[in-house]
C-alpha cells in the first residue's frame, strides 16, 4: 500500500487514472470500515482510503482534539483489505487557506435530524468530501448506511453538481449483540457497552410500532414512547424518528401503508458518548 501526505503526490500517484474507487474516513477503523474497502475491492477498481479528522464538521463543544487517532493501526487494517493507496493530509495540506468557501445543504436535509442537533455539520461534511473528490477524482465512492442522513447528503450534492461518481452505500455491521459499529463505542465504560444494544432494539420496537400506526398522529404517539422507554433507561435522546427513505421527509398515511420505504432513526447519548443508528424497514 502506497501512502501520500500531499495532494501533488496523490495526483502522482493515480497519474491519469479516473477510475478508482474510494473509500473517505476519518480513521480508528474497525470492521465497518473495513466491510467498505471490501465491498470496494470487489468492483475491481483500484481502491483508495483516505483519514482525515475534519474539522469542520465538529461543533466547538465536541470531541475534535480527542477523537481517537490510530494511524499505524489503520495502515495495517487497510492493508490486511489490500487496500492500493492511503491519502493522509494534515490540516495544513487540505485547508492551506482559512475555508471560507463551504457547501450550504438544503433546508428540509441538511437542518433536520442531525443537523438540528448538530449545527453547520452537514455542511462541514460536504464540505470536505467535495474537497476529497476534487483530490483523488473517483469513479466510484463507498459510504457506510449506518450515517444514513450522511449517504443522503452526500449523493444529492453528487446529483447536483453533476459529479461523475457513483455513490455506493455499505451495509451497516454489527457486533454479536446488536450494536451498530462504531468509533466512538471505544468511549463506553464497560457498564455502557452493555446497555448500548438498547439503541438499536429501540428503533426495532419502533419500526414495528410505525408499521401499525396507520396515521400521522399514531406515529408522532410511537416516536414519543420511544423516546420516553429510552429515556427511562438513563438514555439522553436527541430523536427517534421515522422517515420516508426518499427524502427524510415525515411519512403520510399513504407512506405508513407502503412496506419497504421507511426507515427511522435514532440518535441519543449514554453517559458522555453520542450514538447513533437506523433501521429500514
Known amino acids: 500500500m502506497q501512502i501520500v501526505r500531499t495532494a501533488s503526490e496523490l495526483r502522482a500517484a493515480l497519474g491519469a487514472n479516473r477510475s478508482a474507487v474510494f473509500v473517505p474516513t ?24 483516505s483519514i482525515f479528522v475534519n ?13 481517537p487517532r490510530t494511524f499505524e493501526a489503520d495502515c495495517d487494517k487497510l492493508r490486511s483489505v489490500a487496500c492500493d493507496l492511503l491519502f493522509a493530509p494534515d490540516e495544513r495540506e487540505l485547508y492551506p487557506v482559512e475555508q471560507t468557501f463551504r457547501v450550504s445543504t438544503p433546508h428540509g436535509l441538511g437542518d433536520i435530524l442531525e443537523g438540528e442537533f448538530r ?17 483523488v477524482q473517483p469513479a466510484v465512492a463507498v459510504f457506510g448506511m449506518k450515517d444514513y442522513q450522511q449517504l ?24 454479536a449483540d446488536g450494536l451498530a459499529m462504531s468509533s466512538r463505542n471505544g468511549y463506553l465504560s464497560a457498564a455502557e457497552r452493555a446497555e448500548a444494544p438498547a439503541l438499536a432494539r429501540a428503533l426495532q420496537a419502533l ?8 396515521t400521522p398522529q399514531a ?20 430523536y427517534l424518528a421515522v422517515r420516508r427513505r426518499t427524502d427524510l421527509a415525515p411519512p403520510q398515511a399513504a407512506d405508513l401503508a407502503a412496506p419497504g420505504t421507511l426507515v427511522a432513526l435514532g440518535a441519543a447519548k ?8 437506523n433501521l429500514e424497514f
Open 55 to 67: 474539522r469542520l464538521q465538529f461543533a466547538p463543544h465536541e470531541d475534535f482534539a480527542s477523537y
Open 26 to 49: 476519518m480513521g480508528n477503523l474497525h470492521e465497518g470500515h473495513l466491510s467498505l474497502m471490501r465491498l470496494g475491492k470487489a468492483t475491481g477498481r483500484p481502491l483508495v482510503a
Open 152 to 175: 443522503m447528503v452526500v449523493r444529492r450534492m453528487v446529483e447536483q453538481f453533476n459529479l461523475p461518481i457513483e455513490i455506493v452505500p455499505g451495509a451497516t455491521m454489527r457486533e
Open 119 to 135: 449545527p453547520g455539520f452537514f455542511e462541514g461534511v460536504a464540505t470536505v468530501v467535495l474537497k476529497l473528490f476534487g483530490c
Open 219 to 238: 406515529l408522532a404517539e410511537a416516536e414519543r414512547q420511544a423516546l420516553a422507554d429510552l429515556r427511562a433507561r438513563g438514555w439522553k435522546p436527541d
Open 270 to 277: 449514554l453517559g458522555t458518548t453520542r450514538l447513533i443508528d
Open 207 to 214: 419500526a414495528q410500532r410505525a408499521a401499525q400506526a396507520g
